[in-house]
């Protein structure tokens, strides 16, 4: 590549403020302040030519100051489409300073035609696209798309993100990448469009190289695995395992690990112990829904015939928390499914559950379906700032089967009933109660920044943070600290999660209440559903 230089600004853009995702809050009490650090736009500055400058700008850390779009030759940016406002914003703010924009990552991949204000697009994975973009920069050229043959790019050769370009302090955690692409068929998955259904893994020491240098940069703490599926190819896993494990221990045990895995992740007990070994304590679980039927036809049938509390419980019994998605609103849901859903995530025990609406992304096969059936709503796939954070709020872009103000409601009981203060404890209280933590080290390492949650002030200063929850908050943590004080440390990281989660869940409800009383208000109580989902969408 090429010895000349140009300066590029990487920007990472807003998410949405009110999303599931976005818990700000409980960050800022280990002086962070978001949870996880841009690990595409650091693997795109890796594959760039190294002898160009680079200047990294988070927008969900730092304000974006116009001088650093000035100091640029062109500026970068993308993400997911809980990004997509912002980015749009950038773009137009990049253009007032007359200054070139390439877009990239996943929501312009799958709905490049919301993005065509930009000068550059980067299309799919772009480890095989982005030798053309600079050979086509340095050619004078100043527009193009670059879209990435599906699939294709082998992971292996993918260099280490330049880690250097973070500010780890800003961070809950950092975000590492083993594998692409997972083997199920859910149908409103987009990873599956997108990464394809063979994971790809990188090799043993390429991901050992990238702990290095997490480890020489001085980082501790939590590492997340952003693996669509870790466990897709179980194999390979289960032999970068043991390495990882020899690593850890070489180290003095700096990273604890957490990903997201399938459910059958509990079929093996040979890899949870691996798991355990390695010092992973959490994983999130697509659940969805306690209904097998759904569950067929939303072609998730990894969560069929089996018992899905038990499996998580299973989970628990390896020291490892589960957080985990539930949806409403498919086709196949029976009137009022409200109670069993309750009912499932209670008999889980899971305290940090997304419950959201069915949303159907662009580039799944469940917008392809809706589409042949003409019940894909106009629009679908802009995200609309003003209408919620995320499909928690406004899911259901298309005409559902059930009438949508049954949907509503039923979602609307389900988010007052599981993010109740005595609701969310009896869950920790129950979780607590299978996390076996033996053998597994209790203390955080030396400059891992959770340290400060674990004082007994950093309790009260959570514990006082929610008010509402007080008096059930400390009830159970007395009980944790009684009958299994080695869970202490997630127990507290829970509750701290309830400052985000339970003003949330206020503002998802009042947002349904919006809906269901602008339906009421357009509607007559015996108008046709159509006509009503209309009117709860504009
Ligand atoms: S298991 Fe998860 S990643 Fe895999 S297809 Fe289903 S939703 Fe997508």
């Known amino acids: 590549m090429t010895d000349r230089s140009c300066r590029v600004l990487l920007v990472y853009p807003k998410f949405v403020p009110n999303s599931f995702w976005n818990y700000a809050e409980p960050c800022k009490l280990i002086g962070a302040r978001y949870p996880a650090a841009p690990l595409g736009l650091i693997t795109v500055a890796a594959l760039l030519p190294q002898t160009w400058e680079f200047k990294l700008v988070n927008s969900n850390t730092d304000d974006l100051d116009t001088a650093d779009i000035d100091w640029a030759d062109m500026v970068m940016t993308g993400g997911m489409q809980n990004q997509q406002p912002d980015c749009l914003r950038l773009i137009d703010l990049c253009h007032a300073h007359d200054k070139p924009v390439v877009v990239g990552g996943p929501d312009v991949s799958s709905s490049p035609h919301l993005y065509v204000s930009a000068d550059f697009q980067v299309l799919g994975e772009a480890e095989d696209v982005i030798k053309d973009f600079v050979s086509a920069w340095e050619r004078g050229e100043r527009s193009g798309i670059f879209a990435a043959e599906k699939f294709q790019v082998d992971v292996t050769k993918t260099p280490i993100p330049r880690f250097d370009l973070l500010t780890f302090e800003h961070y809950l955690y950092i975000c590492i990448q083993y594998s692409r692409g997972c083997p199920f068929t859910c149908e409103f998955c987009d990873i599956i469009e997108l990464y394809g259904r063979n994971p790809r893994t990188k090799t043993n020491a390429q991901m050992l190289a990238e702990l290095d240098r997490l480890y020489a940069l001085g980082y501790r703490g939590h590492v997340d695995f952003v693996d669509d599926n870790l466990i897709g190819n179980k194999k390979a896993l289960k032999r970068f395992l043991p390495e990882l494990k020899a690593w850890q221990e070489a180290h003095d045990y700096p990273f604890e690990f957490s990903t997201e895995a399938s459910v059958n992740l509990a079929d093996d007990d040979a890899l949870l112990e691996m798991l355990k070994q390695t010092n992973f304590f959490a994983v999130f679980v697509g659940i969805e829904s306690p209904d097998s039927e759904t569950l067929i036809q939303m072609r998730k049938k990894q969560n069929t015939k089996r018992n899905i509390a038990e499996c998580i419980h299973k989970i628990y019994g390896y020291g490892m928390l589960v957080t985990a998605g539930f949806i409403v609103g498919f086709d196949s849901e029976k009137a009022s499914m409200a109670d069993s859903m309750i009912d499932f995530i209670e008999d889980c025990a899971i305290p940090v559950c997304m419950v959201g609406m069915l949303f159907a992304l662009p580039?799944?096969?469940?917008?392809?379906?809706?589409?042949?059936?003409?019940?894909?709503?106009?629009?679908?796939?802009?995200?609309?700032?003003?209408?919620?954070?995320?499909?928690?709020?406004?899911?259901?872009?298309f005409d559902p089967k059930r009438p949508l103000r049954d949907i509503l409601s039923d979602y609307r009981r389900i988010l007052a009933h599981v993010f109740e203060p005595s609701a969310y404890a009896g869950r920790i209280d129950r979780l607590a109660s299978m996390l076996n933590r033996s053998g597994r080290r209790r203390d955080l390492p030396e400059g891992d920044p959770r340290r400060r949650i674990g004082s007994i002030e950093g309790v009260y200063k959570i514990i006082n943070a929610v008010p509402k929850a007080r008096e059930i908050f400390w009830k159970t943590f007395n009980n944790c600290a009684r009958n299994n004080p080695a869970a202490l440390r997630y127990v507290v990281l829970l509750m701290a999660m309830y400052i985000h989660l339970g003003p949330f869940s206020r503002r998802a409800i009042e947002q349904i209440d919006q809906r269901i009383a602008a339906l009421d208000q357009a509607e007559p109580a015996h108008a046709p559903a159509e006509s009503r989902v209309a009117a709860a969408m504009t």
């Open 363 to 397: 580039n799944t096969q469940l917008t392809v379906r809706l589409t042949k059936e003409g019940r894909l709503h106009e629009g679908y796939d802009i995200m609309a700032e003003d209408k919620g954070g995320d499909h928690c709020s406004f899911g259901i872009n």
